[in-house]
């Protein structure tokens, strides 16, 4: 299946962006005929025929859409401090968005060793990653938000927060309700300062525990999220 990120699609005929004609025409070696599919991140799934295979303007003719192609059975969002080392980050979202994810948000923390990031760069990888795992929909990224700022936003009881402390002895299963949305809160390296650990109790978030392991930031995020899939098909499966 070749497959292009199409987000402002809105009609029967559409022309891909240069790179992507480019992609297509002389990457791909596709020709006029030919047929492709197109994803606008919100659940359409576009079947096209190319029209015109310019190497810089290449016309498409949709010829069949599905709508909420992919949709995930859950929600979770997983609410993380970004890595001092991007890479690491990167990789979290790349296979978050393969395994399904409906949010991330990056938050600053006390202990957090990054206070800047390009969304940009993460959205790229965010698409390329929908795109491999032939998803129809992009994750919301919310850009660096402030931890305490970000806590007061959530539905208390349906957001839960890792830590290493030790009254985190309650796993994810022991919460999870398959008619809920799931938020996880993720710290950095250094874990979540004892005043944001009580912020969140205060304010009725729960901890848990990811297992016996002591995880990297991206590691933990990435269990979250695989756990909240494995649960879903375990307590509501299709």
Known sequence: MHLFYTP????????????????????????????????????????????DAHQKRCQLQIIDKQLEYGKLPYYVHIAVAPTKNMDRIEWFVEKAV?????????LECEHS?????????????????????????LPLLNELTPYQHFIKSCIPEDTFIAHL?????????????PDRQHCILIGPEGDFSPKEIKAAYDLGIRP????????????AALVACHTLHVLHDIYAPL
């Open 8 to 51: 402002d699609i809105n009609s029967e005929i559409y022309t891909l962006a240069e790179d992507e004609s480019k992609h297509c025409t002389r990457v791909l070696r596709l020709h006029q005929g030919d047929t492709v599919y197109l994803v606008d991140g919100r659940g359409g799934m576009y079947t096209a025929i190319i029209q």
């Open 208 to 219: 848990v525990t990811l297992g016996q392991s002591r995880l990297r930031t991206e590691t």
């Open 165 to 177: 402390e030790d009254d985190a002895t309650k796993s994810i299963r022991d919460y999870y309700r």
């Open 113 to 137: 060793e990054r206070k800047q990031l390009r969304l940009d760069r993460i959205e790229k990888i965010a698409v390329s990653a929908m795109k491999q795992s032939q998803k129809g929909y």
């Open 98 to 106: 393969e395994i399904g994810v409906s949010a991330i948000t990056f």
